[in-house]
């Protein structure tokens, strides 16, 4: 069983940069596609990006793209989450996602999850 415990976030400014992070507990991390996932007060969870297990293959939420960026590092089980461009649209709580298959835009494909993490983009 793998466990990720998620860090950063936090309130910036609209225009503004975040990274989030998420450490994996359990060396088995590198077989598994990562994705995040932000969801907001009354919505459901939806999309913002993936990566496969060796970070060769990533995949974006329109509303995200060019602004956001998703890698990993294996070796420190890690992966990132590097938001630009922030918008007040970007506030919700994000969440990172550890799926056995391929990487998916789908929730219901991801076997675990980090305790989530506030991203609030307000001047």
């Known amino acids: 069983q793998v466990q990720l415990v998620q860090s950063g976030g936090g309130l910036v400014q609209p225009g503004g940069s975040l990274r989030l992070s998420c450490a994996a507990s359990?060396?088995?991390?590198?077989?598994?596609?990562m994705g995040w996932f932000r969801q907001a007060p009354g919505k459901e969870r939806d999309f913002v990006a993936a990566i496969n297990w060796s970070g060769g293959e990533t995949f974006y939420a329109d509303p995200v793209k060019g602004r956001f960026s998703i890698s990993r590092d294996n070796s420190h089980l890690m992966v990132y989450l590097q938001m630009n461009s922030l918008k007040p649209e970007d506030t919700a709580v994000y969440y990172c996602g550890a799926a056995r298959t391929r990487p998916s835009n789908y929730a219901i494909a991801y076997d675990y999850w980090g305790q989530g993490t506030q991203v609030t983009v307000s001047s």
């Open positions: 359990d060396r088995t991390f590198s077989r598994y596609a």
